[in-house]
Every structure is written in C-alpha cells, then in structure tokens.
C-alpha cells in the first residue's frame, strides 16, 4: 500500500497579492453595495415616487398656497363724537393699516361682548376731549383689549398697537400745532394793529378815543390769551420744543404788559405810563416776530423733526430686487433642506434595521466584504437618489421663482454635504432602533427637533443658550443657513457652515461604522 504525499508548495507555486488588485477589489465590493441599494429602490415605485414626487409636490403646495404670514385681526375701532371728521378720517386711515376694520358701529360694552364671544380680535377705544387734555398736559390714553391666546398673535397686536398710537399722537399733534398756526396768523394781524394804537396813546386823545383803544386792546388781549392756551405744552413736542415754549413766554409777557395799559388807561393818568406803554409796544412787537417763526415752521417739523428713509441694500447688489423676497422664496431654501435631510434620515433609519432583521448580517460576515464597504456603498446608493429627489426640487424651485444667487458648485457641494451628515443621523438612528417603527419613530423625532429649532421658522437667537448644542447637532440647521447666504444672498456660506456639517458626517460615520461592527461580530 502506497501512500501519497500531498505535493508541497513550491516558491514557484507562491502568489502575491498586488496593492493595486486590493484596492481594485476594494472598490468592486463597494461598487456591489452600491448596485444593490440603488436596484432596491429602482424596484420599488411606489417609494419613488414618494421620495420624489411628494417632496415636490409639498413645495408647490407651499408655494401655491401661501400668501400672508400676518394674522388678520378683526377690529372694532370706537371714536368720540367730538373729534374733528379729519381727524376721524386721519385716524380710522391710520388703524386701518393694520387692523382690519369690521363695518359695524359699536359701543364699548358691545364691542367687549363681542371680544368675549370671539366675534372681534382687538378693540380699540379713543377717549373724549383728547385735545383739551392734550392742551392740559395730560396723557390721553387709547384703550386696546383682545381676547388672544397665541402668545405670537398677542405680541403682533402689541406690536401694532405701539407703531399705531406712535401715529396717532403725531396726527393730533400736528393737528393741534396747525391750529395754533392759524390762531397765531390771526393774533399776529390784530398785534400790528394794538401796536400802532399803542403809539397814538402817546399823543393827546380824547376821553372817546381812549375808550375805543381800550376795548380794541382788551380784544387783543382775548385773542392772545386764547392763542396761549391752544399751544401745546412744550413736553409733547419732539423738535423745536425751544421756540414754542419762548413763544408761550412772549405770550404771557403780552399779557401781563396788557394789563398794565388796562391799570393806566383806568386812571386816566397817561403821562407818567408812558414808558410802560412803549414797554408793552415793544413787548407786542417781539411777540409778533416770535409769532412769525413760529408760523413758518412746519408742523410735522415741530411734532417729528426725526423722520427716516428705508432702503434695502439688496437693490443695488442685485439689479432684479426690490426689497426682501416673498415668503415663499424666503422660505424655499429651508423647505429644500428640510425635505433633503428628512429623505436621508428616513432611508438611512430603515436601511441597516431591515438588513439586521432578514439575518443578512450573516450572510455579510461570510463574505470577503468588510463593514466599513458595506456602509460606503449604501451611502453611495442613497446620495444618488437624493440627487435625483433634489434636481427635481431644484428645478421646482426656479419655476417658482426662488433665484439662486450664488455658485452652483458651492450649490452642489453644500446639498452633498447636507446628504451625507443626514444619512450619517439616519444610520446612526438605523443601529440603535430594534425594529421598523422604532426607526420610523426615531426619524420622525428628528423630523420634529428640526422644525423647530433649526431656524426654519423660529429663530435660533430665541432660543436661551443650553439648547444650542442641540441646534447644532441638527444638519438641518446648518443647510438652512447655507442656502440662504448661496440661493438669496449670493454669497459664500460661512466656514462654520461647512465644518459643522463636516463633523456631523465624519463623527455619525464613526459612531455608526463601530456600533455595526459590534453587531456584525454578534451575527
């Protein structure tokens, strides 16, 4: 019996392996995983479309439906009956610009019944006798009540309500001073006159003529006096405070000077008041000058001497602009990197839980294929159908008008940036979720943090400081920014922009390359 011996290797039998063949087969398994996430979900329509067409459908329903972000509030406005119709068209404009004016007539019990029962939003009452109070020195106060329960709503009518009795109190004020203008021209007509009868009380008159330049200067006298008290005080003007207030001085001179012709015209001894009556001559005759300064200054210069002029910076940087977008292009670039990041995460949660539940971990570790291939070609797979999802929506987005200012290479780099750390949180969510609805329920969590403290509709300065790490562990939070500054600045995106998303990806791939490891040797 013979025994054969099985041949030994000879150094010519020896193989070896080239770097450039490792790598080759590298990149075949790679490719493998690639192929296979991208045929999955070329054989499933329905999912497609879902990734596709309902993101998109989404953005036009944004776009077609929206129209103000204002709320509309019902309001009942209540004027005094002795308010000048100007002033009662002046104001009723004024509230009008805000407010939206319901027809009917109210009194103050029935527009708070009214308020109660939900019928209005906001009633607003202007007291009686705003200018005596006004001319008194007084605070007339407009009396504004709502029945709102949405704190937004609430501080949207607050803020309304400020901007429009700022108004107001200029229109009143304004009002007030032009009557006192035209008061004051009057005045100024009648001094010239008491100013010349001043003069002739220096010569010799008779008993009569006396008398009839003391009535005239007693009529003078009303007539400033009344002119003083329509002047506002000096405390409600915002300019020229200064000369109105020398005027009232002036004023009161005037009269006080006038009463002394009254002393002397009443004894009948005018030789020894002759020089109080070139006194109050002079007196009269400074009031007029001080009157004709004050007629010939603008009222709204005295009431808002500040004024401002708006101009959006915008319009020269881009020749098509005219102000801030609308909110459907200002929001466009939120809603993109909303729809981008909620794709990724949903394939991403569900992608390593369904391969974990149909034993193909098994299957995986008997083959020459490592971890870290298996997840590069699902992230490969899933980026180039998020790149078909986002062309589509992209190209919505310019039949909807929303530009894109910037560089489309940036453009392109920042949306693969958004993918990749997005599917690296839906992996993440994918090895830690025991089954199909935890992942769903997990990535709708994400979905919800998103929303809200990315800044797509709520500012990320209102938030206090300890919920920061969670904005910016959130890619969303990130694209937000990013496509703002490119699609409607046209500018680069900060560098935190990119290094932030830089490390979402890098670490949530770390983090998932380890926990997968784990249960892959589990399997």
């Known amino acids: 019996m013979t025994s054969t011996v099985p041949d030994r290797p000879t150094p010519h039998t020896l193989t070896t392996t080239h770097p450039a063949d490792e790598v080759t087969r590298w990149l075949i398994r790679i490719r493998a995983y690639f192929l296979k996430e991208v045929r999955e979900i070329r054989r499933q329509p329905l999912l497609l479309i879902s990734l596709v067409a309902g993101p998109l ?70 007291p009686d006798n705003v200018f005596g109070k006004l001319q008194r020195g007084e605070n007339p106060t407009i009396l504004i009540y709502s029945n709102a329960i949405n704190p937004l709503v609430e501080g949207w009518i607050q803020y309304l309500a400020y901007a429009q009795v700022n108004e107001i109190n200029k229109a009143l004020l304004t009002e007030q001073t032009r009557l006192a203008q035209q008061q004051a021209r009057a005045v100024g007509v009648r001094i010239a006159v008491g100013a010349e009868r001043l003069t002739n009380l220096e010569r010799e008159v008779s008993r009569a003529e006396q008398e009839a330049i003391r009535q005239e200067l007693r009529t003078l006298r009303a007539l400033i006096v009344q002119f003083r008290d329509t002047i506002p005080p000096e405390s409600l003007f915002a300019g020229r405070g200064d000369d109105v207030e020398q005027l009232r ?81 200002y929001y466009a670039p939120g809603v993109l990197a909303l729809l981008v990041q909620h794709t990724a995460v949903s394939l991403g949660a569900l992608a390593l839980v369904r391969e974990r539940m149909m034993g193909a971990f098994e299957l995986f570790r008997v083959s020459p294929a490592n971890m870290v291939q298996l997840l590069i070609g699902k992230y490969l797979g899933y980026t180039v159908v998020i790149a078909v999802a986002s062309a589509a929506l992209a190209a919505a987005m310019r039949l909807l008008g929303v530009p894109l200012n910037g560089s489309w290479l940036l453009f392109i780099l920042l949306l693969l940036m958004l993918t990749i750390a997005s599917l690296g949180v839906g992996f993440l969510i994918s090895t830690v979720a025991g089954s199909d609805s935890q992942a769903i329920q997990f990535a709708m969590i994400s979905l919800l943090l998103s929303i809200f403290f990315s800044g797509f509709f709520i500012s990320r300065d209102s938030f206090a400081a300890w919920v920061e790490p969670i904005i910016v562990i959130i890619p969303m939070s990130h694209g937000v920014v990013g496509f703002q500054d490119l699609m409607l600045r046209g500018i680069t995106p900060e560098p935190a922009v990119w290094i932030d998303l830089g490390v979402i990806a890098i670490v949530t791939f770390g983090l998932v390359t380890f926990l997968t490891q784990r249960q892959f040797r589990r399997a």
Not at 97 to 115: D, G, H, I
Not at 283 to 298: C, E, K, Y
């Open 57 to 126: 459908l989404v953005l036009v329903i944004f776009g077609a439906g929206f129209v103000n972000s204002n709320p509309v509030l019902r309001t009942a406005l209540i004027l005094p009956d002795d308010l000048p119709v100007e002033l009662r068209t002046q104001i009723t404009g004024l509230v009008g610009l805000n407010f939206r004016l319901v027809n009917r007539a109210y009194t103050p019990v029935e527009a708070r019944a009214a308020l109660a029962n939900g019928d209005l939003d906001v009633v607003q009452i202007v």
């Open 249 to 329: 001085a002036r004023a009161n001179e005037a009269i006080r000077s006038l009463d002394e012709v009254e002393a002397i015209l009443s004894s009948g001894d005018l030789e020894r008041g002759l020089a109080e009556l070139r006194d109050s001559r002079e007196l009269l005759l400074l009031l007029d000058q001080q009157i004709a300064i004050f007629v010939s200054i603008a009222p709204e210069t005295i009431v808002s001497p500040v004024q401002q002029r708006y101009q959006n910076i915008r319009t020269e940087a881009i020749r098509q602009a005219s102000g801030a977008y609308p909110a459907v292009v």
